[in-house]
């Protein structure tokens, strides 16, 4: 066909995208108004709040008392009036007041314990490594915002007085107080310009509003162009037409990037000028005077402009590719949130310190974008990285739109089968029982799990340690075991309970210490690339597990995920992953999934090249113990690695080497693959029933 | 004319122990229509009409098989976008875009179709006269009612002038004022000498409208003919008789 004619028929869907996008109250909403109204109500909102509480904290007047029975009068030139004269003194840059009770030691006490008074002072003299002295304790209430306010006013006060004894002293010695209290004087300039800092500030926060800005700008349209469709019974009707996938695709693509390129551009906008106007009040209350030089920001925002493009066309294909799946608007909504969750976790790495801009890291989608956003907001250019970035947004936003196309093609997503593929929120009644469950409700399921997870799960762990992160195994297996139970699935199916073969556990011993040898060294390369991702790891685990004995964390380390994260990923997920997918496909994204799922960009590569492993042995044999048996080792090696870290250096030397030889790493895979494949092979599946 | 032959679709349904197992929705089906004449598919529920049809319209590829349509200057075409190019296909499933007026939606569609400005403009207002569309044609098609988007639908059919039309299960669900509008029209352009492929449930609808008969089960053909020789061959009175013998002596053939 004439290029001509291709492009009058892109043009034609493209308006017809364009306008049908344009006439929904709903995407102009999220287009216009949200960025435009909600920046400046956070921006305002936590100004006010942050004045209120600033304003509330020093006005207010705490109520204290002092104890100084057992304080020696005059000794070091004490004076109990002074002393309360100076803590009654209404200064005038000290905008709080505090009032002096009269309460004897033991009441003071209860009285603190009742609330009564937010603070006290003991005074009493005491023999200290200097001699005889008044030493004064301020007793207040940690858990109470207030008494601790208290308290540093006390202490601000407290050094006040330190001071004024200090120099009376000296006075009276005949020596010169300014001299001996001040011998030399200390001042700190900050020589980073003002633009670097206001940038460095933005650099935090703004690579991260704006990567979910420009998903939130895409997924509307995204959803409208392709669930939409299906959902209003267009879709047919565009089928009917004489145009191609690609020309489809492609008018569909550039109305859905437009769409993301101009909410994107007026987030950044509005974000812009709300910092601008933030960092103004911020300074003016210091009395400072804001001197950036708007300039200066110019060529830095025309290459995040720019970028922003790049990124918007890629996370539009993106997003255009997850909600095609989708049948309708409820079902793609439920894809927004894992969605959401991976984007943004990519986004945050902006926040991790001192992490270095590579080559490398300028490949990794998302991530490069965060990054070079943050650098180029302290005016770090490195053209040649910005190059990376542009590039490979282009070429992963060209390998979605092929990966659309293709997916446009299969008759399977355009003529699926009716009815909700959605059960969780059916009720329970109406549904048949058996079966396993739905890809939505699979991916329903696993965002619960993740949110899980990630609130509650951070919390009991910090709270409970070891234990906490028991809960959250138990979490984990919970939200899947509540779900089939609700949408009446097959539990043997759902979970692929099946006993193994004899044989087949020798096979997943063989290919898993194959697998253990592959990763091994996959981490380790990785670790040399991302050594604070490693140590934050490292540090969590130590953290987690102080005080905990070998067979405890054997149990809750080990045993626990063996358990419950089989029955969410190897069980639940790949199951329906499975019946959707093509088992290639569902291999990849349950082993994507776990990787994502452990929340850190080594383990993402080494824990997703497990999970394609378990899922393929689940595909194989269609038993869950056998990867339950898999994972328990895997895990059980780790925590042996913590605990007797020498034997095992002494028993596998190899493994332990930081850098290891060219030999060494040959060995290592020929060994790894050899096992992996022997294990593989001892996997085969039951001679196929008869027909 | 749109001819196809021996045409397969296989699909693959997930059954017990998430196994796949592969089933042909039409299996082997070749069929002929003829320009001036209007064809009927007619079959139970899952007999594979709407995949046939699908197939036909090319909104689906077969698995096997080939469709070929001869336009009005008698050239044969199998390229997709061709075939496309020269059918008007109306569906239960094929719906309006509701934030446009129906001139608008014609206009893009016009172009998508390969018409340019001027002539998509006078084509319009052709169509508008033919099918009465003037008291609407600028209002957004959410607020039509049924009646009038569904003579929009025919408008859109008709907008490229195709010489193929293939209408499956236009009237379901119609009353009758509308079911009308569609008959005439195929009637109307049946004698234009344009060639209407059409399937319903409503038997004698069929009886009085198809030259020509094709009876579908279980992604077969078992039977063709005009609707007097399909009487005349089952020994019945009415075509929905007719249908019901067809069936059963199928179901009985299959299960001796």
Known sequence: MKTSAKMTKIKAIYQ?????????????????????????????????????????????????????????????????????????????????????????????????????????????????????????????????????????????????????????????????????????????????????????????????????????????????????????????????????????????????????????????????????????????????????????????LLIVVLCTVAFALFISAVTMCVTTFAKSFKEANNYATPLMLVVMFASFVAFVPNIEFTGLLAAVPIVNISLLISDILVFEYNFSIIMIVLVTNMVYAALAIVLLIRLYNSEDLMFGEEGTSIQIFTGRGTLKSGGVPTLSDAVLVLAAALLLLLYVGSIVQVRFLLWGLLMTQLLIIGVPLLASWYTKKDMKETFSIQAPKPVWVLGAVLSEIGCYLIVILLSTLLGSLFQQDVQAVNDTMNYILEGAGFVQALLIIALAPAVCEEALFRGYFFSAARKRLRP???????????????????????????????????????????????HFLNN???????????????????????????????????????????????????TAVKE | MIKAENLIKTFAKTEKKSKRVEFNAVDGISIEAFDGEILGVLGPNGAGKTTLLRMLGKLMSPTEGMVTITDENGRELTQELEIKQHIGYLSG?????????????????????????????NRIEEIVKILDLG?????????????????????????????VYIFDEPTLGLDIISSRAIIDFMKQEKSLGKTVLYSTHYMEEAEFLCDRIVMIYQGHVIAKGTPEELRAHTHTTNLRDTFLKLIEDETQGGLA
């Open chain 1, 16 to 300: 017809k995208e364009m306008l049908d996008l344009l006439r929904d109250k709903k995407t102009l909403i999220m287009m216009l108004v949200v960025p435009l109204i909600i920046y400046p109500l956070i921006m305002m909102g936590s100004i006010l709040m942050g004045s209120a509480i600033a304003g509330s904290l020093q006005s207010d007047e705490y109520q204290i008392a002092v104890v100084d029975d057992k304080a020696q009068e005059g000794m070091n030139g004490y004076d109990g009036h002074a002393l309360r004269a100076l803590l009654r003194d209404t200064e005038d840059e000290l905008k709080y007041h505090l009032k002096i009770e009269e309460f004897s030691e033991q009441s003071c006490k209860e009285a603190l314990a009742a609330e009564e008074i937010d603070a006290y002072i003991e005074v009493e003299a005491q023999d200290t490594e200097d001699g005889r002295k008044n030493v004064f304790t301020i007793y207040y209430l940690s858990s109470k915002t207030t008494s601790s306010t208290a308290a540093n006013m006390i202490e601000e006060k407290l050094e006040r007085y330190r001071e004024q004894v200090s120099r009376q002293l000296l006075t009276k010695l005949g020596l010169e107080p300014e001299l001996l209290l001040k011998p030399v004087e200390i001042s700190r300039s900050d020589s980073s310009a003002t633009e670097e800092r206001v940038g460095s500030m933005l650099g935090m926060i703004l690579p991260f509003l704006m990567i979910s800005s420009i998903l939130l700008g895409a997924f509307y349209p995204a959803v409208d162009a392709t669930a939409g469709e299906k959902e209003r019974g267009t879709l047919e009707t565009l089928l009917t037409l004489p145009v191609g996938n690609d020309e489809l695709i492609i008018g569909k693509f550039f109305a859905v990037s437009t769409v993301a390129v101009a909410s994107a551009v007026l987030n950044l906008v509005s974000m812009l000028f709300m910092s601008i106007y933030f960092y103004t009040v911020v300074q003016s209350d210091d009395a400072q005077t804001l001197d950036v030089e708007l300039t200066n920001f110019v060529p830095a």
């Open chain 1, 584 to 630: 290639a496909a569902a291999i990849f994204l349950s082993g994507a999934v776990f990787g994502v799922y452990h929340l850190s960009l080594v383990k993402f590569f080494t824990t997703g090249l497990l999970g394609i492993l378990f899922c393929y042995v689940v595909y194989r044999t269609g038993s869950i113990f056998l990867t339950a048996l898999m």
């Open chain 1, 636 to 686: 059980a090696v780790a925590v042996c690695v913590l605990f007797y870290p020498e034997l095992m250096e002494q028993l596998f030397p190899v493994l332990f080497s930081e850098s290891p030889s060219l030999i060494e790493i040959c060995l290592l895979v020929a060994v790894g693959v050899i096992c992996l494949s022997a294990g593989l092979w001892l996997l085969k599946p039951k």
């Open chain 2, 93 to 121: 499933n094929t719906k309006l875009y509701k934030r446009f007026s129906a001139r608008e939606m014609l206009l893009l569609l016009g172009e998508i179709y390969g018409m340019a400005r001027k002539e998509a403009e």
């Open chain 2, 135 to 163: 008291a609407f044609v600028d209002n957004r098609i959410e607020r039509l009612s049924t009646g009038q988007s569904q003579r929009v639908s025919i408008a859109r059919c008709l907008l490229h002038s195709p010489q």
